[in-house]
């Protein structure tokens, strides 16, 4: 099997995803700047997969870095999961996230073209379609004006990918992720947020931990049935597996065209009250919350239409919302010796 550069790979779905490539038989070289993410990684790495991973600790930003990387190594592919990723830290710095998330791809790409490594996998966002006109969205939806930095980062990123891929050998896959949740069954890699978590399940498991007062509902007077937002969120091993079938497609020179976009998503979408009510359900914890107002920024409802990723990936969803908020209980009692 080919050997596979994970750039961001010590980082929440980075780590899943090493998982589910060394189940597939892929080798990994994990490159990562520890911006985002703990040396320790390695460490639940190790003892899920019986070996520490190779790890090159790098900051892709360094130009000339990246060129020594590709010069020591031929991969068979690039998994480009390295990003700044905080939504509001890019309004306040956007161009901390305008060079990181750019010039990183940039370097990684202009590398790929000099050495010939033609398999490239793109971690795209849902943030990509804003506030969506229908529901659940498919891929042919238009991209409308970024409502961050970050997310503006990622519509500049695939329109990179497009051109570059027009006039080179590179193949590439954008996966545009939806709300990814939960943590590895053996609890020994998960999410680790730094600081105050801006994600709803990892604010929910931290203060069911003891560690936040009380869950903030940002808003209880949206147009929805609860009047709660309504996001799809997909369990990380889902969303690390597809990353394999993608891989897999590109390896064996299956794709259509020179890029490819899918949505990995469940296809159902639930609302904040529906989280915490199967929070509760399925952990047993009683979790205290109280609504507030809404958070700006934030769309109504966002879920997936998943048929893309079904028929042409043979890809789906395996783990339901219980057992994703289940996983996400497990690591944080674990990481908090509970
Ligand atoms: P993460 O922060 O946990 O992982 C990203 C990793 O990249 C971190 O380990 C960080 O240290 C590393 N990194 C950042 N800048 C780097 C640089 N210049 N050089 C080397 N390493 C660098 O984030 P994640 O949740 O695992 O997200 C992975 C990717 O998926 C990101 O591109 C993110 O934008 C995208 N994404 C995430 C979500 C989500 O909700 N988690 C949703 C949609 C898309
Ligand atoms: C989910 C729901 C909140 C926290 C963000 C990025 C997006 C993507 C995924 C990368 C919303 C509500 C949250 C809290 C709450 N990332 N909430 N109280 O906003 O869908 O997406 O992460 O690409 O780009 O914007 O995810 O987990 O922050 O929020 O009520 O303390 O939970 O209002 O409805 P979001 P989230």
Redesign the pocket.
């Known amino acids: 099997m080919g050997k596979i550069l994970v750039t961001g790979g010590l980082g929440y779905i980075g780590s899943h995803t090493v998982v589910a490539l060394h189940e597939s038989g892929y080798q990994v070289l994990i490159v990562d700047d520890l911006s985002n993410s703990e040396r320790e990684v390695l460490s639940g790495l190790r003892d899920i997969i019986g070996f520490s991973p190779n790890f090159i600790e790098l900051d892709l930003r360094d130009k000339s870095a990246v060129a020594q990387l590709f010069s020591g190594h031929q991969f068979d592919g690039v998994i480009h999961f390295a990003a700044s990723?905080a939504?509001g830290e890019s309004v306040e710095n956007p161009l901390l996230y305008y060079e990181n998330n750019l010039n990183g791809l940039i370097y990684v790409l202009q590398n790929c073209v000099a050495h010939n490594v033609h398999n490239f996998i793109f971690?795209?966002?849902?943030?990509v379609y804003g506030e969506p006109d229908h529901l659940p969205i498919d891929e042919s939806a238009p991209i409308k004006r970024a409502?961050?930095p970050?997310?503006n980062t990622?519509q500049i990123a695939e329109e990179i990918l497009h051109d570059v891929c027009q006039v080179s050998e590179i193949s590439t896959v954008l996966l545009r992720?939806?709300?990814?949740?939960g943590a590895h069954d053996s609890a020994l890699i998960g999410e680790l947020p730094k600081g105050v978590?801006?994600?709803?399940?990892?604010?929910?498991t931290q203060t069911a931990a003891g560690l936040r007062k009380e869950?903030?509902?940002?808003?209880d007077d949206y147009p929805t049935p609860d009047g709660?937002?309504?996001?799809d969120?997909i369990h990380v091993m889902d969303l690390a597996e597809a990353h394999v079938v993608a891989l897999d497609r590109l390896m064996d020179r299956e794709q259509q065209e020179p890029v490819e976009v899918f949505n990995l998503g469940t296809g159902q979408g639930n609302?904040?009250l529906e989280?915490i009510q199967t929070f509760e359900q399925s952990t047993g914890v009683s979790l205290p919350y109280k609504i507030?107002g809404?958070?700006a920024?934030?769309?109504i409802a966002?879920y997936a239409d998943t048929t893309k990723a079904t028929e042409i990936l043979g890809w789906s969803t395996k783990r339901d919302l219980a057992s994703s908020l289940s996983s996400a209980w497990a690591w944080e009692k674990r990481i908090r010796g509970l």
Do not use: A, E, H
Not at 197 to 204: A, D, G, R, T, Y
């Open positions: 990723k939504v971690s795209s966002s849902c943030t409502l961050s970050y997310g990622k992720y939806f709300n990814p949740i978590p801006q994600n709803l399940v990892p604010f929910i869950l903030s509902v940002f808003g709660s937002c309504i996001r969120y609302s904040v989280v507030v809404r958070r920024g934030d769309v966002v």
